[in-house]
């Protein structure tokens, strides 16, 4: 199946503060999804975004379908951006589709 | 509002036991999904179900059992056959492929 990789693992950052989160996958996707989960468990979904660029407010992603990675931007850090930020894909081909498969996470930590 | 309403939040099983968890969704979408998250993990994939009374097993179902009588439910056994079921249960849906997931806030099963 296919193999999704995050990096870094961990980020401590200062409020205020840029990061760049990174989505490396070993195969063709024709969905991608970045989700953020917060401290108590709760799964928010960031984007869909099997290609291209989006933007909402502070945070950005950018997949390279043709190079196999996504990189997810949070600008001006905020306490309440930490916890676990997951990226997900999925390759589906006709018939019914699998569900995604997860990486492992970045755990952010933003101090105040 | 819509949403998916996971319960109970905290379950504790005996040894032997067989538990089941609730996944309730009324986003009138037709695929749902179960996935099980480890501590410092990402979520594996346990079932998922594309249209009512079909399902499919995912990446870890040994031990695991579920039904798809009604669009809204998708409910999950945690039968004595799984040896290690403590850990975090996420119960997901989405309306096509081409759409993101959308996350209830999860099940804690603890085995005591």
């Known amino acids: 199946g296919i193999q999704v990789e995050q990096s870094p693992p961990d980020l401590i950052l200062q409020e205020g503060a840029n990061s760049t989160l990174r989505c490396n996958f070993s195969?063709?996707?024709?969905?991608l999804q970045w989700f953020h989960q917060n401290p108590w468990g709760q799964l928010i979904n960031l984007f869909y975004i099997p290609s291209g660029t989006k933007q909402n407010g502070r945070l950005s992603a950018t997949t390279v379908a043709t190079e196999r990675y996504s990189l997810l931007y949070i600008s001006s850090s905020q306490t309440t951006d930490s916890g676990v930020y997951f990226c997900a894909v999925l390759m589906y081909s006709g018939g019914g589709a699998d569900g995604l498969t997860f990486g492992k996470g970045t755990h952010l930590i933003i101090q105040p | 509002d819509g949403g998916i309403t996971q319960s109970p939040k905290y379950l504790f099983r005996k040894e032997g036991q067989n538990v089941t968890l609730s996944c309730e969704q009324n986003?009138?979408?037709?695929?749902m999904y179960w996935y099980r998250q480890d501590p410092g993990q990402g979520l594996r994939l346990i079932y998922y179900?594309?249209?009512?009374?079909?399902?499919q097993k995912g990446d870890i179902a040994e031990g695991y059992s579920v039904s798809r009588e009604k669009k809204e439910s998708f409910p999950l056994t945690v039968t004595s056959a799984q040896k290690n079921p403590t850990a975090f249960y996420l119960c997901a849906s989405s309306h096509e492929r081409r759409y993101g997931y959308t996350f209830g806030s999860g099940t804690r099963l603890t085995v005591v």
């Open positions: 179900s594309q249209i009512v009374n079909d399902f």
């Open positions: 986003l009138n979408h037709d695929a």
């Open positions: 195969d063709s996707v024709n969905n």
